[in-house]
C-alpha cells in the first residue's frame, strides 16, 4: 500500500460517517450523499498521491464531496435540484449550534434518523452500517446472510421512507431524547450480538460487526457525554468482547464462562471498559445497560470461576428485572443464587419460572435447571433435563455442550 | 408536511360516548392542544359504521358494487384526520394523543403525495 492508500483507508475509518452525514444535511438527499461521499474518497486515491494528503482529511473529503453534489445538481435540470443547489450553497459546513451542550455533530443527528422507530429494525441496522460505517451493501448483505439485491432493496426502501414519510433529520427534542436513545442504543447493542454470536472463522468475508459495534459504540459515547448509558453499553461490549478469544476451544465448540481460560481474556478491554463502567455509575443514573456491564465487570474481575462475586451478581440481576423486568433476566439470576446461597435456593427459583410458564420452549430453562442437579449430583433428574434442553437447542455449538454434559451425568 | 391519521379500532368496541348538547366532543381537547402546539387541522370526521359501507369496482365492462368494506377485519377504519405539521415525530405525537389511540385503538399515519 502506497502512503496515499493508507492515508485514504485511514480517513475511510475516520471520517466516512461524517462527510456523509454533513452531506445528507446540506442537500437532504441520502442518496446523493453517498454517492457524492464515495466519488470524493476515489478522487482523494488519485489527488492524494500527486498532491500530497491534505493537512486536514475530513474537510478535504467534505469539500470535495459537496462540490461534486453541487456539479451534479447544476448539470441535472430539474426544477427541485435547482432548489436543492440553492439549499446546499446556502447551508454551512459546519453544522449549527443545538440546544446548550453546543455544536450537534452531524453524525450523531444521523444516528438518530438511522435508528428512528418508524424504520423496521432491519432497516436501522442496514441503513446504520451503510451510512454511518461505511460497509458496502454487499458487506451487509454477507454479514446479515440475505442475498445482495435484498439488501440493496431494504436499503433504498428505508431511505425512500425517511424522505416520503418526513422523517426529521435531527437529534431529537429532550421530550423524546430518552426513548430515541434507547433505540439507538438497541441497535448497537442488537448488531454487536449478531456479531458476537455468529461462530469465528464460518466465512472469511464476513465482516466483524462486533467490532463495527465497538466503534459506533465509542462514537455514540463521545458524541453523547452527558448519557451514562451510551458509556455503558460501551463497557458492556468491551467487556463481553474481551472474552471472546477464551468463549470458543479449537473445535469451534463453546466453553462456559467457568471452564474458560482467563488468561486469554484481553486484559487491556477489560481495563477500559471497567474504567468506562465506574465513570458512568458514578453519575448515579444506572440504567440496563450499566447495569448489564456491572454484571460483565463481575466476571471480569474474578481471578477464578470460584472467586467470583456471586451475591454481588444476583444483586445487580435484581435490580435489572425491577427495571426491566424479564423472566430471562429472573432465569440468570436464579443460577446466580445457586452460586452464592446453594444450590437448593437456585433450583428453587428455576422451577418457579418453569411453573409460571413464562420461559416455555426456551432451552436454556432445562439447560439451567440440569446444570445445576449436575451439581448436586442428582444424576438421572439432570440427565432429564439435559435431553429436554437438547430438544430444544437452537444452534450446533450449543447441542454439543449440553451432548457432552449429558454423557457426564449418564455415564 | 401534510399527513392523513386513519383512525382504526373494533367497531363493536363502544364508540365515543355520546355527549349531551352542552357537553364538548371527546375529540375537542386533542384539536386544542393540537393548536397551540401548531398543527394545522386541515379537516377530519368520524366515519359512519361500515355497515353502510358501498365497495365499487370497475371491470371495464360493468361497474361492481358490493356491501360492506373493502377488507372485512377486525378493525375498521373508524375515522380521519388531515393535519399539517413539521414532520413525522410530529404526526405520531399527534396520533399518540389522539383519543382513538388513548381508547385502545390504532392510527396509521400516511403522508399525503405533496402535490405539485
Redesign the interface.
Known amino acids: 500500500m502506497t502512503d496515499a492508500q493508507a492515508a485514504v483507508a485511514e480517513a475511510f475509518q475516520q471520517e466516512w460517517g461524517k462527510v456523509v452525514a454533513t452531506l445528507i444535511r446540506m442537500t437532504g438527499d441520502w442518496d446523493l450523499a453517498e454517492e457524492c461521499t464515495q466519488d470524493a474518497f476515489t478522487t482523494a486515491l488519485t489527488r492524494w498521491a500527486s498532491d500530497g494528503v491534505p493537512d486536514r482529511p475530513g474537510a478535504w473529503l467534505t469539500t470535495t464531496a459537496r462540490n461534486r453534489a453541487l456539479d451534479r445538481l447544476r448539470r441535472s435540470k430539474t426544477e427541485a435540484a435547482k432548489l436543492q443547489e440553492v439549499a446546499v450553497l446556502s447551508v454551512p459546513e459546519e453544522p449549527a449550534p443545538w440546544g446548550d451542550s453546543g455544536v450537534t455533530d452531524d453524525r450523531l443527528r444521523l444516528m438518530f434518523t438511522c435508528c428512528?422507530p418508524?424504520l423496521t429494525l432491519e432497516a436501522r441496522v442496514a441503513l446504520t452500517l451503510r451510512t454511518l460505517a461505511g460497509l458496502t451493501t454487499a458487506e451487509i448483505a454477507r454479514a446479515f446472510l440475505v442475498p445482495e439485491a435484498t439488501m440493496a432493496k431494504r436499503l433504498t426502501r428505508a431511505k425512500h421512507k425517511i424522505r416520503?414519510?418526513?422523517?426529521?433529520y435531527r437529534v431529537?427534542p429532550a421530550h423524546?431524547l430518552p426513548e430515541r436513545t434507547n433505540g439507538v442504543l438497541g441497535v448497537l447493542y442488537l448488531l454487536f450480538n449478531e456479531g458476537y454470536s455468529a461462530s469465528a472463522g464460518e466465512d472469511l468475508l464476513r465482516p466483524d460487526l462486533s467490532a463495527e459495534a465497538i466503534r459506533l459504540g465509542r462514537l455514540l459515547a463521545q458524541l453523547m457525554p452527558d448519557e451514562p448509558e451510551a458509556a455503558g453499553l460501551l463497557a458492556l461490549m468491551l467487556l463481553q468482547d474481551a472474552r471472546s478469544a477464551a468463549r470458543l476451544d479449537d473445535a469451534g465448540d463453546l466453553v462456559s464462562l467457568e471452564d474458560q481460560e482467563r488468561s486469554r481474556w484481553d486484559g487491556a478491554r477489560i481495563a477500559e471498559g471497567i474504567r468506562l463502567l465506574e465513570a458512568a455509575l458514578r453519575r448515579q443514573r444506572a440504567g440496563p445497560y450499566q447495569l448489564q456491564a456491572a454484571i460483565a465487570a463481575c466476571h471480569a474481575e474474578a481471578a477464578s470461576s470460584g472467586d467470583t462475586d456471586w451475591a454481588q451478581i444476583a444483586l445487580l440481576y435484581g435490580e435489572l428485572h425491577r427495571i426491566v423486568p424479564s423472566a430471562v433476566i429472573e432465569l440468570n439470576r436464579a443460577v446466580a443464587v445457586a452460586m452464592a446461597d446453594g444450590f437448593e435456593a437456585g433450583l428453587a427459583l428455576v422451577d418457579e419460572l418453569a411453573a409460571s410458564g413464562q420461559l416455555t420452549g426456551y432451552y436454556l430453562l432445562p439447560a439451567t435447571r440440569a446444570d445445576l442437579l449436575r451439581r448436586m449430583e442428582r444424576h438421572a433428574e439432570a440427565a432429564a433435563s439435559y435431553r429436554e434442553a437438547l430438544e430444544l437447542a437452537p444452534t450446533d455449538p450449543e447441542r454439543r455442550y449440553l451432548a457432552r454434559r449429558l454423557a457426564e451425568v449418564a455415564g | 408536511m401534510r399527513y392523513m391519521l386513519l383512525m382504526c379500532g373494533n367497531e363493536e368496541d363502544d364508540g365515543p360516548a355520546a355527549h349531551a348538547e352542552d357537553e364538548e366532543p371527546c375529540w375537542m381537547p386533542w384539536a386544542r392542544e393540537m393548536q397551540a402546539r401548531g398543527v394545522l387541522l386541515v379537516e377530519g370526521s368520524q366515519l359512519q359504521p361500515t355497515s353502510t359501507a358501498t365497495t365499487v369496482r370497475n371491470s371495464g365492462s360493468e361497474i361492481l358494487v358490493a356491501d360492506g368494506p373493502f377488507a372485512e377485519t377486525k378493525e375498521q377504519i373508524l375515522g380521519y384526520d388531515v393535519i399539517e405539521c413539521t414532520d413525522l415525530d410530529e404526526a405520531i405525537y399527534a396520533a399518540s394523543r389522539h383519543p382513538v389511540a388513548l381508547n385502545g385503538g390504532v392510527v396509521e399515519v400516511r403522508p399525503v403525495l405533496a402535490s405539485v
Open positions: 428512528h418508524a416520503d414519510a418526513g422523517i426529521p431529537p423524546l
